[in-house]
């Protein structure tokens, strides 16, 4: 089974907001990687079952399927798509605390 540190924050996320991360994959502001959709369409729709692991070469075989299994680009995809889900955090966080995010506000209009 695969294990990694996507997949443990991601199996903290509440089912609301696994949906919102994925709206945000689909946004091409926020995700110009069509393969990084893909996987996480894939580990979105084993959720939440993705908790206790998941196939690496099933996961491969779906996002190339013609394609010998290749480990070092899965890694880097799930780095990838880690990556984009931490910013998200910030990005709901920064939502949530309106005082930072006024100020934050301010500090760009100053520049």
Same mark, same amino acid.
């Given at each position: 089974?695969?294990?990694?540190?996507?997949?443990?924050?991601?199996?903290?996320?509440?089912? !609301? $907001?696994?949906?919102?991360?994925? &709206? =945000?994959?689909?946004?091409? +502001?926020?995700?110009?990687?069509?393969?990084? /959709?893909?996987?996480?369409?894939?580990?979105?729709?084993?959720?939440?079952?993705?908790?206790?692991?998941?196939? !690496? $070469?099933?996961?491969?075989?779906? &996002? =190339?399927?013609?394609?010998? +299994?290749?480990?070092?680009?899965?890694?880097? /995809?799930?780095?990838?798509?880690?990556?984009?889900?931490?910013?998200?955090?910030?990005?709901?966080?920064?939502?949530?605390?309106?005082?930072?995010?006024?100020?934050?506000?301010?500090?760009?209009?100053?520049?």
């Amino acid at each position: 089974m695969y294990r990694t540190s996507l997949l443990k924050v991601l199996s903290s996320l509440t089912k !609301k $907001e696994r949906k919102s991360f994925l &709206l =945000y994959m689909q946004s091409p +502001f926020f995700n110009k990687h069509d393969k990084l /959709l893909e996987l996480y369409q894939v580990i979105y729709a084993q959720a939440p079952a993705f908790q206790k692991g998941l196939d !690496k $070469e099933a996961i491969y075989a779906k &996002l =190339y399927p013609k394609a010998k +299994f290749s480990e070092e680009t899965l890694r880097n /995809l799930a780095s990838d798509l880690l990556e984009h889900l931490e910013r998200f955090l910030r990005f709901a966080a920064l939502q949530e605390d309106r005082e930072l995010s006024d100020r934050l506000l301010l500090r760009q209009l100053k520049t």
